[in-house]
């Protein structure tokens, strides 16, 4: 094959544009301009791309068979070099990586051969491919990372169904919860967004390869054996919006902030139960880190870094909205900076699900603090819906309850032939409320309340009142579907393990 002399670094006669330019481009606008410092981490989808476009071309009539296994045997040889680190890249001439495949193609194969395989394609459609390929498969990756923190919260809530804790509103103390509930009330969060991640890779995964530039592909290229081939499920249908589009980045990066929003409400949960303040869990030394001044910290940096690339994540989606909203139809180079946001959004979301899982696998609980923290107050609800439930029809008791209330007053609540007329639950909350008042009067909590003080309070407080006032019952009673019941939550665990093909 005989040598074929290279163009000057600075020569735009070297470039896959450069047949109208005669001068040279200025060394700062190369550097501007340039993408091949980050867009080659799209080598492998590029190849594949290229491959799928030269069999396509054999139809065509483009290339010849021998023509196109000789352009495939090249390009296997370009991959190998880029996962080998021995893909040599000439500045000011290798712009972005389908330049350098291409170059470094003729280089192998000859220009003769080498210089067919762009016969009706643009890069327009080339980097459109290359984008919607590798999001693809870096979406299906953080797809797994997401299921494996499910697993986590999944099994963390079967093993540890028996802790109790506060719930809190405004971040005051609420009503008794299972410790379960808490972490299921995230992974009610976290599955919505692995059902979401999962529209949102069926919208990725569309071709454009074989649109051209904008205006479509001259030579009767069959689109969709290529989409076949790479693993499309579908064609974009329009030549201008596929070159056009950045659409698809931007409803993953909103569905990255969505993430990371719950990402970082769930840190911020943990980072307040591990304070000294509340000391319900304690984060492995791995994930935190100490103070150089006071021996005695142990900072949650994990979890504040989670919180905190939250914003990082919601500004690459705000800036790339920006970018995108004043430019006119089809291709415009301002496209070019939807990449670099990317590149840093997709490894913030899969290095948060790992670390976020690696926290939460390895967090130890301390249940008697969390038992510790249950007041009386916090059963002022049921002690509203208890006056309720005295002007109800009599009914057998549940049998999680039937181990809870001794015997005696069991009978008697569910045997009373004539139960009071129905009370309102606005009535009975304010005379739960007048209840709250007398203990804080008292200053004693209120299960310490005589049933004396109680019928001073309301007549209708009858012995088996004090049943109230047990926590277990409490979260018990809380039975419908999707509350913190020991039957409901294991029901939300299946849910849960139903939608991340768990077992068990």
Known sequence: ???????????????????????????????????????????????????????????????TQDEFLTIEKGLKQVLEEWRTD?????????????????????????TD????????????????????????????EIERYLIDLLKVVAERAQNDLSLL???????????????????LSYGAFFADDLLHLREVIKRVNRSPLGCGAVAGNAFHIDRDAMAQ???????LPNSMAAVADRVFILETMQWGSTLMMNVSRWSEDLIIYSSGEFGFVRLADAYTTGSSLMPQKKNSDSLELLRGKAGRTFGQMAGLMMSIKGIPSTYNKDLQESVEPLLAHVRTLKDSLLIAARVLATLTT???????????DMLATDLAEYLVRKGTLPSPTP?????????????????????????????????SGRVVALAEKEGVPMDRLSLAQLRGVDARFAPDVLAVFDYERSVEMKDAAGGTSRRAVEEQIRGLRNIIGMKG
Not at 19 to 40: A, P, V, W
Not at 366 to 376: C, E, H, K, S, V
């Open 165 to 183: 804790m506060p719930s809190y509103t405004h971040l005051q103390r609420a009503q008794p919860i299972r410790w379960s509930h808490w972490l």
């Open 1 to 63: 094959m005989a040598a074929q002399q290279q163009p000057s670094a600075n020569s735009a006669s070297g470039r896959l544009w450069g047949g109208r330019f005669t001068g040279k481009t200025d060394e700062l606008m190369e550097q501007y301009n340039e993408s091949l410092s980050f867009d080659r981490v799209f080598y492998a989808q590029d190849i594949a791309g290229s491959i799928a476009y030269a069999r396509a071309n054999v139809t065509t009539k483009i290339l």
């Open 399 to 431: 049998p999680f309850l039937a181990s809870l209330i001794p015997a005696a007053l069991s009978h008697a609540e569910t045997t009373n032939p004539s139960p009071p007329p129905g009370l309102p639950f606005r009535e009975t909350h304010h005379i």
């Open 113 to 140: 051969i080498a210089g067919k395989l762009h016969t009706g394609r643009s890069r327009n459609d080339q980097v459109a491919t290359d984008l919607r390929l590798w999001l693809r498969d870096e979406l299906q």
């Open 229 to 235: 081939e790479l693993g499309f499920d579908g064609l």
């Open 366 to 376: 301390f249940p008697a603090r969390m038992a510790a923290a249950l007041t009386p």
């Open 86 to 110: 021995t893909f040599q890249i000439k500045k000011g001439i290798d712009e972005d990586i389908h330049t350098a495949n291409e170059r470094r193609l003729g280089e192998i194969i000859g």
